[in-house]
């Protein structure tokens, strides 16, 4: 699917995969670079998991990042802002992995290997840098920094971005860039955080941003849209017994089923959906 739409941008490719996993272990995704700095970044990586009470139970690196899977108890939101503070953390989730890096999608498979990857539902997203720098922390997916298992892809842009920033940040929550599709995920968290169900927090969200914008967001268990009222940012979809699968474009789509005619749907103007995973 990325493949197909390879013309929206040559620059960075990312994926946030939901795979195998458990309540007890943490499998966190760092970006580290190569080199002697690297070295140093995994080292750093470690000495916060051991001050952290954190059991390191493996690592691995690939590319330029570094992917460890850890047991830890305590509260996850102090635990993620601690261990962003050893390196640049991509994800942490039970089931999540985010794997983003320069590259065609191709390209980033070949490196981290990710058609070997089994799960239920993930997102993918393909980049063209128009208002930041050429670099995998700047690629999507992004993860709600602080929260387990939340991840968004995000097309448009949010311009009460500072008001919403600014108010989370005074409930104690962090930002580790500006971009906007992260400030979304951290505010569809702590509405689930809170109780809220994710259409709720995705019906939420078009009332409280103001824009134009199409995001997918997933969590362990869910993936939802939601697209604002002016439809600028194009979205379709389709779906059959057997998968759900949305797309920028519908030219995505037909890599799924080649040689098929789809009967495919665009989400109207100020609606928002979820589906969840059978458990």
């Known amino acids: 699917m990325l493949d197909g739409c390879q013309h929206r941008g040559p620059d960075s490719t990312g994926f946030a995969l939901y795979g195998a ?7 966190l995704r760092f970006y580290v670079g190569t080199g002697p700095l690297a070295e140093k970044s995994v080292q750093r990586i ?4 051991a001050r952290e009470g954190a059991q390191l139970l493996s690592g691995e690196r690939v590319g330029g990042s ?18 962003e503070h050893a390196a640049k953390l991509f994800s942490l989730g039970h089931r999540l992995e985010i794997v983003k890096d320069e590259g065609t999608a191709h390209e980033v498979d070949e490196r981290y290997h990710l058609g070997k990857v089994e799960g ?36 448009g842009q949010i311009t009460n971005y500072w008001k919403w920033r600014r108010r989370l940040e005074k409930l104690g929550f962090e930002f580790r860039t500006d971009n906007d599709s992260e400030l979304i995920a951290v505010y569809l968290a702590k509405k689930l955080s809170g109780g809220a169900s994710l259409r709720q927090a995705l019906s939420d969200s078009i009332e409280d941003m103001d824009g ?18 002016l439809a600028a940012k194009p979205m379709v979809m389709v779906e059959t017994d057997d998968l759900v699968a949305i797309a920028s ?31």
């Not at 470690?46 to 998991?49: I, Q, Y």
């Not at 570094?66 to 261990?83: D, I, L, N, T």
């Not at 995505?252 to 928002?272: D, H, K, Y």
């Open 120 to 155: 239920s539902h993930g997102l993918g997203h393909v980049r063209l840098a128009t208002e930041s720098a050429v670099k995998p922390e700047a690629a999507h997916p992004f993860w709600a920094t602080g929260f387990s298992d939340i991840a968004i892809v995000h097309n």
């Open 249 to 279: 474009e519908e030219v995505s789509l037909n890599r799924l089923f080649p040689g098929q005619a789809l009967s495919t749907r665009e989400p109207l103007p100020g609606t928002i959906g979820t589906w969840s995973r059978s458990i």
């Open 212 to 229: 134009t914008f199409s995001f997918l967001v997933s969590t362990e268990t869910e993936i939802g849209y939601a697209k604002d009222r």
């Open 21 to 27: 996993g458990d309540a007890e272990t943490y499998r």
């Open 46 to 49: 470690g000495d916060v998991l």
């Open 66 to 83: 570094y992917a460890a899977s850890v047991r830890h108890k305590g509260p996850v939101q102090k635990f993620a802002y601690a261990m």
